[in-house]
């Protein structure tokens, strides 16, 4: 079998490994565009340089994340890069949730993601996957 064939199936887990990090890419630019508004409308407690370098700052990576995402569903091996990172990433933030912000719900939900999220990048269809680039 040729080795573009082989290389054109991509794993389940990966794609919805994917799926789960497009998701936070998503969440992360709701987020960009509710600080706009909001400084946009005066509301909050911060200036309004504050509230847009937060919402450009989440806007940058959250765009990233979900470029990472969708690559991972359309089978793009670099997204997978973009995904691990953002995982790795995200478990101090579950700690935070889940201790010292008392948010355990949000702790543990976030933690319960990025967690499965993390096995289903290397499950083994996924890194199979990603030994035929150099097999």
């Known amino acids: 079998m040729p080795k573009e064939t082989a290389r054109s199936a991509t794993p389940k887990p990966i794609r919805w490994a994917g799926s789960?990090?497009?998701?936070?890419?998503?969440?992360?630019?709701?987020?960009?565009?509710?600080?706009?508004?909001?400084?946009?409308?005066?509301?909050?407690?911060?200036?309004?340089?504050?509230?847009?370098?937060?919402?450009?700052?989440?806007?940058?990576?959250?765009?990233?994340?979900?470029?990472?995402?969708?690559?991972?569903?359309?089978?793009h091996r670099w997204g997978r890069t973009i995904a691990v990172v953002a995982q790795v990433l995200l478990l101090p933030v579950a700690w935070a949730l889940l201790t010292d912000s008392h948010q355990p719900v949000f702790g543990v939900l976030l933690g319960v993601m990025v967690v499965a999220t993390l096995a289903l990048l290397f499950s083994p269809p996924a890194s199979r996957w990603m030994a035929e680039e150099y097999g």
């Open 20 to 75: 789960l990090v497009a998701l936070q890419g998503g969440a992360a630019a709701v987020v960009a565009i509710v600080l706009v508004v909001r400084g946009l409308t005066g509301s909050g407690d911060q200036s309004q340089a504050s509230g847009y370098g937060t919402a450009l700052w989440f806007l940058s990576l959250g765009g990233a994340v979900l470029a990472g995402g969708i690559a991972l569903i359309l089978g």
